[in-house]
């Protein structure tokens, strides 16, 4: 009795099993049914999330690290601090990851036909990189952003190399805006938290970088500034 009992046992445990166990549409439950399909991502909402992000991590350079670094401000009442030289180490992961993001939309724009949206990614890119440039000076550059090629450690690039990419990235985005025309057809209003979609701004916007790139390299390339 008690042997038939275990068998009655082994036959549900199993057809329990059986019944739960993996099929062949198990690929389908890792599906995320909110998440966006890259082959149709709209690059205005790629756009403000780049700008934002950025726009933090300068505002942050501006009063806290570079002031305090160069000024000795001290930054609160208390004892420590940059001008007990209170430093710590500045990651720059958070602006390779802003990168990818503005790879993604300048990859997307490009295949939209999209010059506004190609033109902000292009200065981003500039902006971003030469800032990297500013702080770290040798930095990843023409091997970044190539995680997906299981390119995982990549070489660094020197100063000059990366602001000379830099100055092609903006006068390429300058053409690109000249190549505008009305984008009222493809940007959405508000998305642009910078300009609004305003193509002569950005235009301005992209010049003064590249006067501001420039001038990094006049002293030890002249003639190339």
Not at 31 to 45: F, H, I, K, R
Not at 51 to 77: R, T
Not at 122 to 137: Q, V
Not at 172 to 183: E, M, V, Y
């Amino acid at each position: 009795m008690k042997r038939l009992q275990f068998i009655y046992k082994i036959v549900f445990i199993s057809s329990l099993f059986f019944a739960v166990s993996c099929s062949k549409d198990l690929d389908k439950t890792n599906e995320n049914p909110n998440g966006v399909n890259p082959s149709t991502a709209n690059p205005n909402l790629l756009m403000a999330g780049i700008q934002s992000g950025f726009a933090n991590n300068y505002l942050g350079l501006g009063y806290g690290k570079i002031s305090g670094v160069i000024q000795h401000m001290q930054e609160d009442g208390w004892y420590s601090g940059y001008n007990s030289f209170d430093w710590s180490e500045e990651d720059w992961s958070g602006y390779y990851g802003l990168l990818r993001n503005n790879e993604f939309m300048y990859e997307r724009a490009v295949e939209l036909g999209n010059k506004f949206h190609e033109g902000v990614a292009l200065t981003m890119r500039g902006f971003i990189f030469g800032t990297i440039a500013d702080l770290w000076g040798d930095a990843p550059y023409t091997d970044a952003l190539k995680g997906d090629e299981d390119l995982l450690y990549p070489s660094y690039d020197s100063q000059e190399t990366i602001y000379k990419g830099v100055l092609d990235d903006l006068k390429a985005a300058a053409g690109a805006f000249a190549s505008t025309g009305d984008n009222s057809s493809y940007y959405a209003s508000g998305y642009d938290i910078y300009y609004d979609g305003n193509v002569t701004a950005w235009q301005k916007f992209t010049n003064s970088l590249i006067l501001r790139f420039s001038m990094r390299l006049s002293e030890k390339l002249p003639d190339f500034a």
